[in-house]
C-alpha cells in the first residue's frame, strides 16, 4: 500500500499547522509529488469517463485548506489571475497543464494593469508546484488532465483578481 489520501491529508494538516508560509507551501507540494504519484490513488480519484470538473476530496476546517481533484478538458485556457491573500498548489496525475507567471510591469496605482510574461513551463505527472499570494499566473491544457489543487481557502468565495488582456483592466472578485 503506498501513500494515501488521508496520509497526505493529516501531513499536509501537521505541516501547514506550524505556519502558512514558503517552506511550509513547498513542503505540502513536496508531499503532493508523493500522492499524485500513486497509482492507487490516481484510480479511486479519476477516470476515464469522468467529465470535466472539479471535486472536494477532503477540507480541513481547522485550517480552511482544500484538496481538490479536477478534470480539465482539453483545449481549456484562462485568463492572468491572482488568488488574492491566498494560495495555492498545483499538481498533474495525467496531462499536461501549462503554467504561465505573470509580472506586473505598471505601478500599482494604476487604473490598468500592464502585465508581461514572467515565467513559462509546464507541470506534467508527478510535478507540483506552490503559487503564494498575489502570484499572477495563467493555466492552459493543450490535452486533457487530472489534476490535484490544494488551496488556502475556498477561492470561490475569497477576493481575488482576474485580468482581462484585451481591456488591460483588473477585474475584482474573479
Not at 29 to 35: C, E, F, G, I, Q
Not at 51 to 71: G, I
Request: contains cysteine; charged residues 25%; glycine residues 8%.
Amino acid at each position: 500500500m503506498g501513500y494515501t489520501l488521508d496520509q497526505f491529508c493529516k501531513d499536509t494538516h501537521d505541516l501547514l499547522s506550524k505556519g502558512v508560509n514558503d517552506a511550509s507551501r513547498q513542503a505540502v507540494a513536496d508531499k503532493l509529488k508523493v500522492l499524485v504519484a500513486d497509482q492507487d490513488f490516481v484510480k479511486a480519484t479519476f477516470n476515464d469517463d469522468t467529465p470535466p470538473s472539479k471535486r472536494v476530496l477532503w477540507h480541513d476546517k481547522d485550517l480552511d485548506v482544500y484538496v481538490l481533484a479536477h478534470v480539465q478538458k482539453s483545449g481549456k485556457g484562462g485568463h492572468p489571475h491572482s488568488h488574492g491573500q491566498s494560495w495555492a498548489i498545483y499538481s498533474n496525475c495525467m496531462g499536461i497543464t501549462q503554467m504561465t507567471e505573470w509580472k506586473r510591469v505598471n505601478p500599482e496605482s494604476a487604473d490598468h494593469a500592464e502585465l508581461a510574461v514572467d515565467k513559462k513551463y509546464d507541470l506534467g505527472p508527478g510535478q507540483s508546484r506552490a503559487y503564494g499570494p498575489g502570484l499572477i499566473h495563467s493555466t492552459a491544457h493543450p490535452g486533457k488532465a487530472w489534476v490535484v489543487r490544494i488551496t488556502g481557502g475556498d477561492l470561490d468565495n475569497v477576493p481575488r483578481f482576474r485580468f482581462d488582456p484585451r481591456k488591460d483592466k483588473i477585474l475584482e472578485n474573479a
